[in-house]
């Protein structure tokens, strides 16, 4: 996959707004529209031997590819030999390359403290006869456990804490003991960090986050640097059937056009916000990766160009945090998080990861700074009584 300009792409040297407008668009027809509407088909017109692109709604769509066109060019602007595919899910995509690279057998070292549907892969993984290692992200604690590894998953930064890891430094600790590394890219978006670029063999993201950004699409990806690799993560995704829809697809191809400005706006309010909570205490625990005194800033401004939209934080206790929670107006209690609306949760109602009582992972969306601050210092202050 190349993004030269006769499909629609534009050169190496783009800014990320240019690159983001037109990514993955098709050569320009005259009287068509500059991005074809989705294809709804389950079979194509095949007669004599199996020779074109497409033959059946499970292998191949003509929306997919203009997407995955389009992935491509913003995870690996400018590189060739990257194959980008599309799926239903982030976790179908995330089950797709740890499946298709994993045998009974052998070994994988995942964090400890990523996405908290991760111990459930665990139990898959282990039923398989696969051994599973695991580690925090930060520190970089997952070298140690790399002798023997077939496959290394990073998440960085990781969700719901925010800590970082060294992509470049685990790499090539991982290749020179013949591990592949997969980067879960979703938290940073391929504006904020190419973990390709760094290395990796995989970057690996949800598509439901900030890359569409409107809370309205479940999607997930995969690019890859390696040839065999990524032909069995397509023949995974052949077996299993894990694809995204035609209409999913076209519209997060037409919202990754604003990517560039959601992600700008979204992450200069982060840091806003968080130093807004530096100062109050009540709060504890704050973490962003772009706050200048944040454990993983250092490593942090080595390898991303954007810092993300999430913060984290934890209040004195699990009623406080439901107050505060409850007593906000622009911030909607959901899950999930990269929309345009801010949302906030208290991520101890799931069980699922290892936070406090209090802990609350805060997505900022793209409300006015000032709006959205005088909310949640309003929202603290009442929670208090």
């Given amino acids: 996959m190349s993004d030269s300009a006769a499909d629609g792409g534009v050169g190496d040297g783009a800014g990320d707004g240019t690159r983001a407008v037109r990514a993955g668009l098709p050569e320009s027809v005259k009287y068509e529209p500059t991005l074809p509407g989705p294809v709804f088909a389950a079979h194509f017109h095949l007669p004599g031997e199996v020779a074109g692109p497409y033959s059946y709604g499970r292998d191949d769509n003509p929306t997919w590819t203009h997407l995955e066109r389009a992935i ?36 994988v070292v995942l964090p400890n403290d990523g996405y908290q549907v991760l111990p459930l892969v665990r139990a898959q993984l282990e039923a398989y006869g696969i051994e599973v290692r695991t580690a925090p992200t930060g520190g970089d604690a997952q070298l140690d456990l790399l002798d023997g590894a077939k496959l290394l998953w990073l998440e960085t930064p990781s969700n719901p804490g925010l ?3 060294d992509i470049r430094r685990l790499v090539e600790a991982a290749h020179a003991r013949g591990a592949l590394v997969a980067v879960d890219n979703t938290l940073a978006t391929p504006l904020g960090q190419r973990p390709l670029e760094l290395g990796a063999d995989f970057a690996v993201a949800s598509g439901t986050k900030q890359l569409t950004g409107h809370g309205d699409i479940l999607l997930g990806y995969v690019a890859g640097t390696d040839a065999a690799a990524m032909t069995a993560v397509r023949r995974w995704r052949k077996v299993v059937g894990a694809i995204p829809g035609p209409m999913e697809a076209w519209l997060a191809h037409r919202s990754i056009a604003t990517l560039q400005l ?40 080595r390898q991303m160009r954007r810092y993300g939209c999430v913060v984290s934080f934890t209040l004195p206790t699990r009623a406080r945090a439901e107050r505060f929670l409850d007593a906000l107006r622009l911030v909607d209690d959901a899950t999930s998080f990269g929309g345009v609306r801010s949302t906030a949760e208290r991520r101890g109602r799931w069980g699922g990861d290892a936070v406090p009582e209090g802990f609350v992972r805060f997505s900022v969306g ?20």
């Fill in 366 to 385: 793209a409300e006015d700074p000032e709006d959205l601050v005088a909310d949640v210092l309003r929202a603290l202050e009442e929670s208090a009584r």
């Fill in 262 to 301: 959601r992600v700008d706006r979204q992450d200069t309010t982060a840091l806003i916000l968080a130093e807004a909570l530096r100062g109050r205490d009540e709060v504890t625990g704050l973490r962003y990766p772009g706050l200048p005194d944040d454990p993983s800033h250092k490593v942090a401004s």
């Fill in 163 to 165: 800590d970082v890891c």
């Fill in 72 to 107: 491509g060019e913003l995870e690996a602007p400018g590189r060739d030999g990257v194959e980008t595919l599309a799926f239903a899910s982030g976790m179908a995509a995330i089950s797709a390359v740890l499946f298709s690279q994993l045998r009974a057998g052998d070994t």
